[in-house]
Structures are given as structure tokens and as C-alpha cells.
């Protein structure tokens, strides 16, 4: 924190304190009507014994033992949570990895890199639903263009979202296909902040693309790597619709591509084809769903700010 | 000295092809499966299934007739622009208001109201909908504009916070500095000098919430009953599911959801893509 | 001449003012449903029961599946809702009766419920006390739709036994056909693909033997049933785990396909997408020859009364009334569905042909028995069969796993 810069005290200090106070109340006042309030209740019921859809009685950490210790709950618990933190590293490395160099490669203004900055980001303006279903039917595995491009060289029909080797990453793959143009764009955003001069100057000292890439811009882009980083993070563990659309609710095939987001909405709502709800359950998972994403995030955002350098 | 000079501008020039190459195949990938559901709305039920990828046999409109007749279809398009608008505008300022107390000024509780704010975006809020439902129920807002806008705005603050404080922290104390000297007013101050240059992430703030706004169905299908408050995705969803297995009809419906945001952002797109990199200029 | 007109005048008048006054003393209720496609059906027969009851205006409010749970809940926990709520049957039903968001019929708010036979009645009425909460819409039929024109072609009759099963399907797959439709990408039918190909290998002993408490599924029979549909892979198309029930219903209808395991709900879609289509709809093959063909059977749901609704005199009136033969006889010749209300004809000729199945059907096990509580049955043999199916797990895991799973709640499981 860089403390010395900060606007110190002056005279006044209550019309100072009001003016922060008024700036900060109507966000403050909208969040603890619908988004505090409203989940402290449903965490609440975390606590409790459900027969049927009204809680029957206080039951303490009961809930919270059966999802992370009693066989089948704790068993789609940690598959669950095993494919939150897949999709993270993969969307880590795969999606914001491509963002990288997508973002280097326009960051040279070459011919056309307007055009298709524009294009980049065109599938983001888009809902899952028609993300998740242009996708099935691309992936299907006897009309499916991926297939039948596949067949051209002799290699038979994969039934890319039927099998539980392949469903996870090719329901990833559309989410990259879906979510690359914002941090494509963030990245750029963030590496267009980097002065020419230092490009240039590290240029003339003979850097090629790689260092320059590496020992530059990387470092200059921390705040930007930052968003980018703990949006993923929290996207990944809250990951819902995309999985839902291609895999549905119970994340087909047998649990291959079921996450925390799932899991919890699943056994909360129930679905009308496996039967019942459970709000205390559901609740316990979406509790510790909070834990995970509040906990991790706010270690991470300490870690990453202090590698920020101020521009 | 001029052979090497040339050696390094023909790798130049390789490298560059090499790019341009791979930014071109990326653009196909992004583009194709977009040029894929046009078309598949001009389709049958069975052309979809037997030829999914080619060109449909006649360019016929009889689907899209089907979802402008049967629908309310300009209704359920202006409630959604309404709502869409109305909310990322409270987002934008509710949003910039906090973020600018908490990166420009210095007060006990700030760090705290910040960790607030993050927490609220950790968790979906489709959890609590019970409750929410409830609430809104004792405030009057259930099946009106005001709570589903209500709702966007207070899912979309946590991250539009977290966006505008990390981007508003990053501008330059002195020209506040010498504004204060001026005698300038916070309000002046925040208004006249420090938001002019905040541009790039009101415009990543506004996209990133308008489109997850424009396409949600979840929210409306649970507080919105009445027809003629549905929004667009509610409304073609409702009815699209009438047609469950008319995949034709199906993508119609999906196309025509997503024309109005997709031609809105390519007009714009421009002043987006220029808005965020404007940072540029240093 | 004026005389006429004037009288035509004051007669319109009066029956304007009719139309008023019954307009400001309707009732205006609605009903809520995820049976999006059969708006059109139930708005005509909606306008015939507003016919016979002018002062009561019904509005069709329809919901996607996969968030109708959500929304009713949801609804219902907030006092508000629709007047008259379609649900699920079983232990679905059950959690909003627990917590007392149904109103209770009986037989003097709902007379109609004596049109409904015993084993309909159980499909919508508490198990504690013994009440009806939703009255029986419609009971559904799972086996094998056939298509007639692709044996033809191929010169086979259909089959009756698993034997024959075998043999017709080789000799489909050699003409080229894909001898069955179906694959495994659709979560929760392939809970009713297994109901189909198991239950003729099961038999009611196994059912009643399950339900008294003498077996669990761990029993030899349920295993080497679901033995049975690892011989199935052969038949489906390549790629069939990722092969969804709507892919499947286009492979039949399209004659790629030559059978397809289905329910009777699907007969009037198929219809609709492809009105050349000449299908019959049999029983699934039977172990041996001479056996008794088997169809699975289970009610699907019922018409509830929210019991916060503020119309609930004329909620339960619709009730009612969706009870009668006359609303059963429309219900079936319009959606293809068997109503289950004594003495409904059954115009349609396949769907009287189901019907005929129905008499010596098996319960679709699962759904009747272990949806009450979690884990339900459901969600333990949806995420493993497709795992079975890949060979990844045995039968006898599958059978294990879902004993197990049971044991949590169902007694007679417990320490077996």
C-alpha cells in the first residue's frame, strides 16, 4: 500500500467522513437489502434438519459432516470440487494463456488486429444457452462437424460430451470459446498502459519478442493479470451454466463434468427427474463454497497486489 | 550492415505472417459457429439433423414468423432494454461512487468495506433466491421492473467495485493534487477531473454486466409472472420450450435473443475496443 | 325495420351488460405447469370448463423443466404461486405436502376423485396420512416404439423375446440400420432405459420381494438384468454415450433407426415431426418365449391446490373438474395421453393399444418406490449407469452403490 499518496486529513472532518459516507451508502444499502441479508438467511439454514421443504429443527454442523465425510454426499463433494480446481488450472493456462498471446499478437497493430479484436470478443456478448448448444452440436458424435472433419482422416466416432475422459474438457473448451475475448481484451488493455518509450528502449537494447514479453511486459501487466486471475478463480469455483447447458444438472456422463455450482444447485432445488430438495445440504455446500472462493481470493488479491508496481 | 538490417526485417516479416496466420485461423473458430446458428435458424427440424452444416436448402423466414407472431416479441424486447440499461446505469454509478471513496481516500474502515464488497461476489446469489424472493415480497418488487433491475444491480456491484477500485487506484495523485489546490470541491474533483479518465473501465464494467444481464433468464422466470413485464431471453425461452423438439424454431429463438446485443456491440464496437485501450495514451 | 333494429340494439345491450357483469364478478385463477408444449390443448380445454363455468377465467402459466422445481418452491415458500399447481408425483410431491403447501381433497371438495382407481390415487396421496394432495393427471407407458417400415424393408418381424432381440438386431445392423435408437446421453431417461430392458427379466416377484424386504438390489436377478444391457451396446449407434433421447427420436422417426426404447408420451411428437410415420409401440423383449410381455408404468404427476391460493373454492372447481370423463376424453385425444380417470375412451388406435399393455405392466421401480428420500434411487442409478455402460464400473458395483445409497433412509436395506 502505498500510503503517502493518499489524500490526508484537512479541516472538517465530518463533512470529509460524510462526503465518504455518502459516496459509499447507496452500493452499501442495495448489498445488504438483496445480496447480505438474503444469504445470511439461506447460510442460516445451513444449520438445519429439513423434512420436506421448511426446516424441522437445529441440527448444528450436521449437514456440513454428511457432505465432507458420509459416503455418497462426500463422494460428489470432493468430484466436484476436484473439477472446480481442474477448471481452474485449465482456464488458467488454456484460456488466459491464449488470452496472453492473443493480446501480444494485437498488441502489434498489424494489419486487420482491429477487426479482429472486434471478433474476439463477439462470442462473449453471448448466452451460455446458445454457447452450450451450438457446441453440442458441433461435438455430436454422429452429425457433429468436429466428428466428421475427424472421419476425414479415419478416426471413428467420439462421443466428445458422452464419454467420461472427454466431456470435462470439451465442455472447457467451449467456455474458452465463449470467455476468450475478455481477457484477451483486459490483457491488451493492460499491456497498451506499458509506455512506448520503454518498448522502445528495451528494443534498441537488442530484446527480442520473448524477452521483451517476458521481462517487460509481463511484470507491467501485473494489475491487469490481477483481475484477470481472480475473475477466473471465482468464475471457475461459481462455474454453472455452461456445464449445465451441455451436461445438465446432474453432470453427465455419471458426474464427469458435475462442479461445486452444480452439486449445490442440485441438491438444493432438486430436479424434477432425480426427486427431492434439501436447503439444509444445499446450503452446507454453497456455504463452504463462500469459504473456499472468500478465503482464497482475499489471500490471493494480498499476494498479487503486492507484485503490482505502481505505473 | 544492410544485409543484416534486411535479414532482421524478412524474419520481421515471417514472424508477423506467422501471426497474422494465427490470428486468422482464431478468427474462424470465433466466427464459424456464430455463421452456423444463422443459418440453422433458416432450417427445418430435419435439415438440422441430417445436414447440420451445410447451407439450408431455402433461406425460409417461416420460423422466424412463428416467434414474431406468436410472441410478444417488441414487448419482451424493450422490457429487456430497459431493464438491461437501467441496471448497468445503477451499476455504473452506485459502483464508481464506492470504489472511487475506497481507492482515493483514506478512512479507517476501508479495507474492510472493500473485503464486503468482494465477498458478495464469491458466492451465486441463485442460492439465496428463497429469501430474496421474500424480500422483494416485503418491499412490493416482486413481478415489477424495479426488483429484477434491483437484484442486477446489486449482483453486478461486487465485481464493478473491485474493476473501478483496482483501475481508479492506478490514476495519478498530482493532477488531484493541484485541483485541490485550486480549491476545487471533492465533487468537482472527482467529477470533472479524476472520472474523465477512468473511460476504460466504465466501458469493461458496463459490457461485463450488460451482457450477463441481457441474457439471463433465471432471475425473470422466478420474479417476473406477468406477460407483459417478461423480458426477452424469459419470453423466448417460455416459448421456445412450446417446441421442444423443433431445433429450427429452437435457434430462431436463440438468434433472435441474441441479434439485438450482438449488433449493438458490433455498431459500438469501436468506441468499445478504443474505450478500453485508450489507456494507450500516457 | 327500426322496431328490429331496436330490439337488436337493447338485446345487444343486455347481453354487453351480461358479459360485464359476469366480467366484474369473474374469478380469475391460474395454473402453473412445466408442460410448455401442451399450452395450446390445455387453453381449449381450459375454454371448456370456463363454458360450464363463466365466472371463472383460467390462465395457463407455463415453466421450463429444469427450473419448475426452483420457481414453485420458491413461489410457494412466499405464499404466492398459482392457484392450481401441476406436480410430480411421489416423493416429489411429498416435500411440498410436508410442508403444507398443498390444501388436502377429499371427496366432498374434489367428488371426482372417485373416478380415479386405487393404484392412480396413491401416485398423489401422502404416505403419512393418507390424504390426496393431487389428483392423478395421466399414467405413462415406457417400452418399444417400432418402426414398421424399416422391418418391412428389411424384411423382419418384430421381436418378442431377448433371444429374438438379438438375432433381428444383427440382421439390422448388417442391412445397415441402427437396430436401436437409443444412447446414453440423456440423464434422466436413461433411468427409464433401464426400467424398459430390466423389468421383463425382473418380474413382479422381484418387486414385491424388493418392497417386503426379502431382497435388495444387490439380488442376483437385478444384476444379471443390468447384465443384460451391456449386451445392448452392440445395437446403438457409434458414439451412443453421447447420443441424447431427442438424437435418438430423430434416428427412429427418420427410419436410421429401426426400434427405439421410449415412453407413450412421445407418440404424438413423433406424429407431429413426421406424419408418414408408421409406428407401433410394443412391449419390450421378454426373457423366454411364453413369458408374459412387460411395459413399465408409473403415474406422472397430478393437479394440486395451493393452499395459499386466495380462489380456492374455484381452484378446487378446476380441480374437479379435470377429474371427469369429459375432461379425461379430451385430455387423452388431444395430448396422447392415457388419462387414468374411469371409463375414458380411448379413440386413438396405437395409444388404445398402450393402454391394453398397461394391464399387466411393471411399476417403473425407482420412481414408485425410492424418490421419498435422499439419496433418491434416481440420482444414485443415473450417475452410475452411463459409467456401467462404459464399462468402467460392473453390474455388480452399480447394484451395490444403489443399495447402499438406499440404505441411508429405505429400513429394509439397512445391514444387507
Given at each position: 500500500?502505498?500510503?503517502?499518496?493518499?489524500?490526508?486529513?484537512?479541516?472538517?472532518?465530518?463533512?470529509?467522513?460524510?462526503?465518504?459516507?455518502?459516496?459509499?451508502?447507496?452500493?452499501?444499502?442495495?448489498?445488504?437489502?438483496?445480496?447480505?441479508?438474503?444469504?445470511?438467511?439461506?447460510?442460516?439454514?445451513?444449520?438445519?434438519?429439513?423434512?420436506?421443504?421448511?426446516?424441522?429443527?437445529?441440527?448444528?454442523?450436521?449437514?456440513?459432516?454428511?457432505?465432507?465425510?458420509?459416503?455418497?454426499?462426500?463422494?460428489?463433494?470432493?468430484?466436484?470440487?476436484?473439477?472446480?480446481?481442474?477448471?481452474?488450472?485449465?482456464?488458467?493456462?488454456?484460456?488466459?494463456?491464449?488470452?496472453?498471446?492473443?493480446?501480444?499478437?494485437?498488441?502489434?497493430?498489424?494489419?486487420?488486429?482491429?477487426?479482429?479484436?472486434?471478433?474476439?470478443?463477439?462470442?462473449?456478448?453471448?448466452?451460455?444457452?446458445?454457447?452450450?448448444?451450438?457446441?453440442?452440436?458441433?461435438?455430436?458424435?454422429?452429425?457433429?462437424?468436429?466428428?466428421?472433419?475427424?472421419?476425414?482422416?479415419?478416426?471413428?466416432?467420439?462421443?466428445?460430451?458422452?464419454?467420461?475422459?472427454?466431456?470435462?474438457?470439451?465442455?472447457?473448451?467451449?467456455?474458452?470459446?465463449?470467455?476468450?475475448?475478455?481477457?484477451?481484451?483486459?490483457?491488451?488493455?493492460?499491456?497498451?498502459?506499458?509506455?512506448?518509450?520503454?518498448?522502445e528502449a528495451a528494443r534498441l537494447d537488442g530484446a527480442g519478442d520473448y524477452v521483451l514479453m517476458t521481462?517487460?511486459?509481463?511484470?507491467?501487466?501485473?494489475?491487469?493479470?490481477?483481475?484477470?486471475?481472480?475473475?477466473?478463480?471465482?468464475?471457475?469455483?461459481?462455474?454453472?451454466?455452461?456445464?449445465?447447458?451441455?451436461?445438465?444438472?446432474?453432470?453427465?456422463?455419471?458426474?464427469?463434468?458435475?462442479?461445486?455450482?452444480?452439486?449445490?444447485?442440485?441438491?438444493?432445488?432438486?430436479?424434477?427427474?432425480?426427486?427431492?430438495?434439501?436447503?439444509?445440504?444445499?446450503?452446507?455446500?454453497?456455504?463452504?463454497?463462500?469459504?473456499?472462493?472468500?478465503?482464497?481470493?482475499?489471500?490471493?488479491?494480498?499476494?498479487?497486489?503486492?507484485?503490482?508496481?505502481?505505473? | 550492415?544492410?544485409?543484416?538490417?534486411?535479414?532482421?526485417?524478412?524474419?520481421?516479416?515471417?514472424?508477423?505472417?506467422?501471426?497474422?496466420?494465427?490470428?486468422?485461423?482464431?478468427?474462424?473458430?470465433?466466427?464459424?459457429?456464430?455463421?452456423?446458428?444463422?443459418?440453422?435458424?433458416?432450417?427445418?427440424?430435419?435439415?438440422?439433423?441430417?445436414?447440420?452444416?451445410?447451407?439450408?436448402?431455402?433461406?425460409?423466414?417461416?420460423?422466424?414468423?412463428?416467434?414474431?407472431?406468436?410472441?410478444?416479441?417488441?414487448?419482451?424486447?424493450?422490457?429487456?432494454?430497459?431493464?438491461?440499461?437501467?441496471?448497468?446505469?445503477?451499476?455504473?454509478?452506485?459502483?464508481?461512487?464506492?470504489?472511487?471513496?475506497?481507492?482515493?481516500?483514506?478512512?479507517?474502515?476501508?479495507?474492510?468495506?472493500?473485503?464486503?464488497?468482494?465477498?458478495?461476489?464469491?458466492?451465486?446469489?441463485?442460492?439465496?433466491?428463497?429469501?430474496?424472493?421474500?424480500?422483494?415480497?416485503?418491499?412490493?418488487?416482486?413481478?415489477?421492473?424495479?426488483?429484477?433491475?434491483?437484484?442486477?444491480?446489486?449482483?453486478?456491484?461486487?465485481?464493478?467495485?473491485?474493476?473501478?477500485?483496482?483501475?481508479?487506484?492506478?490514476?495519478?495523485?498530482?493532477?488531484?493534487?493541484?485541483?485541490?489546490?485550486?480549491?476545487?470541491?471533492?465533487?468537482?474533483?472527482?467529477?470533472?477531473?479524476?472520472?474523465?479518465?477512468?473511460?476504460?473501465?466504465?466501458?469493461?464494467?458496463?459490457?461485463?454486466?450488460?451482457?450477463?444481464?441481457?441474457?439471463?433468464?433465471?432471475?425473470?422466470?422466478?420474479?417476473?409472472?406477468?406477460?407483459?413485464?417478461?423480458?426477452?431471453?424469459?419470453?423466448?425461452?417460455?416459448?421456445?420450450?412450446?417446441?421442444?423438439?423443433?431445433?429450427?424454431?429452437?435457434?430462431?429463438?436463440?438468434?433472435?435473443?441474441?441479434?439485438?446485443?450482438?449488433?449493438?456491440?458490433?455498431?459500438?464496437?469501436?468506441?468499445?475496443?478504443?474505450?478500453?485501450?485508450?489507456?494507450?495514451?500516457? | 325495420?327500426?322496431?328490429?333494429?331496436?330490439?337488436?340494439?337493447?338485446?345487444?345491450?343486455?347481453?354487453?351488460?351480461?358479459?360485464?357483469?359476469?366480467?366484474?364478478?369473474?374469478?380469475?385463477?391460474?395454473?402453473?405447469?412445466?408442460?410448455?408444449?401442451?399450452?395450446?390443448?390445455?387453453?381449449?380445454?381450459?375454454?371448456?370448463?370456463?363454458?360450464?363455468?363463466?365466472?371463472?377465467?383460467?390462465?395457463?402459466?407455463?415453466?421450463?423443466?429444469?427450473?419448475?422445481?426452483?420457481?414453485?418452491?420458491?413461489?410457494?415458500?412466499?405464499?404466492?404461486?398459482?392457484?392450481?399447481?401441476?406436480?410430480?408425483?411421489?416423493?416429489?410431491?411429498?416435500?411440498?405436502?410436508?410442508?403444507?403447501?398443498?390444501?388436502?381433497?377429499?371427496?366432498?371438495?374434489?367428488?371426482?376423485?372417485?373416478?380415479?382407481?386405487?393404484?392412480?390415487?396413491?401416485?398423489?396421496?401422502?404416505?403419512?396420512?393418507?390424504?390426496?394432495?393431487?389428483?392423478?393427471?395421466?399414467?405413462?407407458?415406457?417400452?418399444?416404439?417400432?418402426?414398421?417400415?424399416?422391418?418391412?424393408?428389411?424384411?423382419?418381424?418384430p421381436p418378442t423375446t431377448w433371444d429374438e432381440f438379438i438375432t433381428v438386431s444383427k440382421a439390422l445392423?448388417?442391412?445397415?440400420?441402427?437396430?436401436?435408437?437409443n444412447g446414453m446421453g440423456t440423464s434422466w431417461f436413461n433411468e427409464m432405459f433401464v426400467a424398459i430392458?430390466?423389468?421383463?427379466?425382473?418380474?413382479?416377484?422381484?418387486?414385491?420381494?424388493?418392497?417386503?424386504?426379502?431382497?435388495?438390489?444387490?439380488?442376483?436377478?437385478?444384476?444379471?438384468?443390468?447384465?443384460?444391457?451391456?449386451?445392448?451396446?452392440?445395437?446403438?449407434?457409434?458414439?451412443?454415450?453421447?447420443?441424447?433421447?431427442?438424437?435418438?427420436?430423430?434416428?427412429?422417426?427418420?427410419?436410421?433407426?429401426?426400434?427405439?426404447?421410449?415412453?407413450?408420451?412421445?407418440?404424438?411428437?413423433?406424429?407431429?415431426?413426421?406424419?408418414?410415420?408408421?409406428?407401433?409401440?410394443?412391449?419390450?423383449?421378454?426373457?423366454?418365449?411364453?413369458?408374459?410381455?412387460?411395459?413399465?408404468?408409473?403415474?406422472?404427476?397430478?393437479?394440486?391446490?395451493?393452499?395459499?391460493?386466495?380462489?380456492?373454492?374455484?381452484?378446487?372447481?378446476?380441480?374437479?373438474?379435470?377429474?371427469?370423463?369429459?375432461?379425461?376424453?379430451?385430455?387423452?385425444?388431444?395430448?396422447?395421453?392415457?388419462?387414468?380417470?374411469?371409463?375414458?375412451?380411448?379413440?386413438?388406435?396405437?395409444?388404445?393399444?398402450?393402454?391394453?399393455?398397461?394391464?399387466?405392466?411393471?411399476?417403473?421401480?425407482?420412481?414408485?418406490?425410492?424418490?421419498?428420500?435422499?439419496?433418491?434411487?434416481?440420482?444414485?442409478?443415473?450417475?452410475?449407469?452411463?459409467?456401467?455402460?462404459?464399462?468402467?464400473?460392473?453390474?455388480?458395483?452399480?447394484?451395490?452403490?444403489?443399495?447402499?445409497?438406499?440404505?441411508?433412509?429405505?429400513?429394509?436395506?439397512?445391514?444387507?
Amino acid at each position: 500500500m502505498n500510503n503517502g499518496r493518499r489524500h490526508t486529513k484537512k479541516a472538517f472532518p465530518w463533512r470529509r467522513s460524510l462526503w465518504i459516507a455518502s459516496l459509499l451508502a447507496p452500493a452499501l444499502v442495495v448489498m445488504v437489502l438483496l445480496v447480505l441479508w438474503p444469504l445470511l438467511s439461506a447460510f442460516r439454514l445451513a444449520f438445519y434438519e429439513f423434512n420436506g421443504l421448511q426446516p424441522t429443527g437445529f441440527i448444528g454442523f450436521e449437514n456440513f459432516r454428511k457432505v465432507l465425510f458420509e459416503q455418497p454426499y462426500s463422494g460428489w463433494t470432493y468430484n466436484a470440487l476436484k473439477h472446480n480446481i481442474i477448471a481452474f488450472v485449465a482456464l488458467m493456462v488454456f484460456e488466459n494463456g491464449t488470452a496472453f498471446l492473443l493480446a501480444y499478437a494485437l498488441l502489434k497493430a498489424l494489419p486487420g488486429h482491429r477487426i479482429h479484436q472486434v471478433i474476439v470478443f463477439l462470442p462473449v456478448v453471448l448466452s451460455a444457452v446458445i454457447v452450450g448448444f451450438l457446441w453440442k452440436l458441433f461435438l455430436h458424435p454422429l452429425f457433429g462437424l468436429v466428428n466428421q472433419t475427424l472421419a476425414l482422416v479415419g478416426i471413428g466416432a467420439i462421443p466428445w460430451l458422452g464419454n467420461e475422459h472427454t466431456a470435462l474438457g470439451s465442455v472447457l473448451f467451449a467456455n474458452v470459446w465463449h470467455w476468450l475475448g475478455f481477457p484477451t481484451l483486459v490483457l491488451l488493455a493492460g499491456m497498451q498502459r506499458v509506455s512506448k518509450e520503454v518498448i522502445e528502449a528495451a528494443r534498441l537494447d537488442g530484446a527480442g519478442d520473448y524477452v521483451l514479453m517476458t521481462k517487460i511486459i509481463w511484470p507491467l501487466i501485473a494489475p491487469s493479470v490481477t483481475i484477470v486471475t481472480i475473475l477466473t478463480f471465482i468464475g471457475s469455483f461459481n462455474w454453472f451454466e455452461i456445464p449445465y447447458v451441455m451436461a445438465g444438472l446432474t453432470g453427465s456422463p455419471g458426474g464427469a463434468t458435475d462442479v461445486l455450482g452444480l452439486y449445490f444447485y442440485r441438491t438444493a432445488f432438486g430436479s424434477t427427474t432425480t426427486g427431492i430438495q434439501d436447503f439444509g445440504q444445499g446450503s452446507a455446500l454453497a456455504v463452504m463454497m463462500f469459504i473456499i472462493v472468500a478465503g482464497v481470493t482475499a489471500i490471493a488479491l494480498r499476494y498479487l497486489r503486492r507484485r503490482e508496481i505502481e505505473l | 550492415m544492410s544485409a543484416t538490417a534486411h535479414r532482421g526485417q524478412s524474419g520481421e516479416l515471417l514472424r508477423n505472417g506467422a501471426i497474422q496466420l494465427m490470428l486468422g485461423l482464431n478468427a474462424i473458430i470465433m466466427i464459424y459457429p456464430l455463421f452456423v446458428m444463422v443459418m440453422s435458424s433458416f432450417k427445418t427440424n430435419a435439415e438440422i439433423f441430417s445436414s447440420p452444416f451445410a447451407l439450408p436448402a431455402h433461406f425460409s423466414l417461416a420460423n422466424a414468423e412463428r416467434v414474431w407472431s406468436e410472441t410478444n416479441f417488441v414487448r419482451y424486447l424493450a422490457n429487456s432494454v430497459g431493464i438491461t440499461v437501467a441496471a448497468v446505469a445503477l451499476i455504473l454509478l452506485f459502483s464508481t461512487m464506492a470504489a472511487y471513496a475506497i481507492a482515493r481516500y483514506q478512512f479507517r474502515l476501508s479495507a474492510l468495506v472493500l473485503m464486503f464488497f468482494l465477498s458478495g461476489m464469491t458466492v451465486p446469489l441463485k442460492l439465496a433466491i428463497i429469501p430474496l424472493f421474500i424480500q422483494l415480497d416485503s418491499l412490493g418488487l416482486v413481478d415489477s421492473y424495479a426488483g429484477l433491475v434491483l437484484v442486477y444491480v446489486a449482483m453486478g456491484i461486487p465485481s464493478a467495485v473491485f474493476i473501478m477500485t483496482g483501475f481508479l487506484r492506478t490514476l495519478p495523485r498530482e493532477l488531484e493534487e493541484s485541483a485541490r489546490m485550486d480549491g476545487a470541491s471533492e465533487f468537482r474533483i472527482m467529477r470533472s477531473i479524476m472520472l474523465p479518465l477512468a473511460r476504460p473501465a466504465f466501458v469493461i464494467v458496463a459490457i461485463q454486466n450488460a451482457v450477463p444481464i441481457w441474457n439471463d433468464f433465471f432471475f425473470p422466470l422466478v420474479l417476473i409472472t406477468s406477460d407483459n413485464l417478461k423480458t426477452l431471453p424469459q419470453g423466448l425461452t417460455v416459448f421456445v420450450g412450446e417446441f421442444t423438439t423443433d431445433w429450427g424454431v429452437l435457434f430462431t429463438g436463440l438468434t433472435l435473443a441474441a441479434l439485438p446485443i450482438t449488433l449493438l456491440y458490433t455498431v459500438l464496437s469501436k468506441q468499445f475496443i478504443s474505450g478500453i485501450t485508450q489507456g494507450a495514451i500516457k | 325495420m327500426s322496431r328490429r333494429r331496436i330490439g337488436l340494439a337493447l338485446a345487444a345491450a343486455s347481453f354487453a351488460w351480461g358479459l360485464a357483469a359476469s366480467a366484474a364478478h369473474a374469478t380469475d385463477i391460474s395454473f402453473w405447469t412445466w408442460r410448455q408444449e401442451d399450452k395450446a390443448a390445455y387453453n381449449e380445454l381450459f375454454a371448456d370448463f370456463t363454458k360450464e363455468n363463466p365466472d371463472i377465467h383460467v390462465k395457463f402459466e407455463s415453466f421450463p423443466d429444469e427450473n419448475y422445481p426452483t420457481i414453485v418452491s420458491t413461489a410457494l415458500a412466499a405464499g404466492k404461486g398459482g392457484d392450481v399447481i401441476h406436480t410430480h408425483a411421489y416423493g416429489w410431491l411429498e416435500q411440498f405436502v410436508k410442508a403444507g403447501y398443498f390444501e388436502p381433497q377429499d371427496l366432498t371438495t374434489v367428488p371426482s376423485l372417485a373416478n380415479q382407481p386405487a393404484d392412480a390415487l396413491v401416485a398423489g396421496t401422502y404416505r403419512a396420512d393418507k390424504k390426496v394432495y393431487s389428483l392423478p393427471f395421466a399414467s405413462q407407458t415406457l417400452g418399444l416404439f417400432i418402426n414398421k417400415d424399416v422391418f418391412a424393408q428389411a424384411g423382419l418381424t418384430p421381436p418378442t423375446t431377448w433371444d429374438e432381440f438379438i438375432t433381428v438386431s444383427k440382421a439390422l445392423k448388417e442391412k445397415g440400420f441402427y437396430p436401436l435408437a437409443n444412447g446414453m446421453g440423456t440423464s434422466w431417461f436413461n433411468e427409464m432405459f433401464v426400467a424398459i430392458f430390466t423389468n421383463p427379466f425382473l418380474g413382479q416377484d422381484f418387486v414385491g420381494d424388493l418392497t417386503s424386504g426379502k431382497t435388495t438390489f444387490k439380488d442376483p436377478r437385478y444384476v444379471a438384468a443390468l447384465g443384460k444391457l451391456l449386451e445392448l451396446r452392440d445395437y446403438m449407434p457409434p458414439g451412443f454415450e453421447g447420443i441424447d433421447y431427442e438424437t435418438a427420436g430423430q434416428l427412429f422417426i427418420t427410419g436410421k433407426a429401426a426400434m427405439l426404447a421410449g415412453g407413450s408420451f412421445d407418440i404424438a411428437t413423433y406424429r407431429t415431426q413426421n406424419p408418414a410415420i408408421n409406428m407401433d409401440f410394443i412391449a419390450p423383449p421378454t426373457a423366454k418365449a411364453g413369458d408374459t410381455p412387460q411395459v413399465t408404468k408409473f403415474f406422472d404427476g397430478g393437479y394440486a391446490v395451493n393452499a395459499k391460493s386466495a380462489n380456492k373454492e374455484a381452484a378446487l372447481k378446476l380441480v374437479n373438474w379435470m377429474g371427469t370423463k369429459e375432461f379425461g376424453d379430451k385430455f387423452s385425444a388431444l395430448l396422447g395421453n392415457i388419462s387414468p380417470i374411469k371409463g375414458v375412451v380411448i379413440k386413438d388406435e396405437l395409444l388404445a393399444h398402450v393402454a391394453k399393455l398397461n394391464e399387466t405392466a411393471m411399476p417403473h421401480i425407482n420412481v414408485v418406490y425410492f424418490r421419498f428420500e435422499k439419496p433418491t434411487g434416481s440420482e444414485l442409478l443415473q450417475g452410475d449407469i452411463t459409467k456401467m455402460m462404459s464399462g468402467s464400473i460392473t453390474p455388480d458395483q452399480l447394484a451395490a452403490d444403489l443399495t447402499d445409497g438406499l440404505a441411508k433412509w429405505y429400513k429394509p436395506f439397512q445391514g444387507k
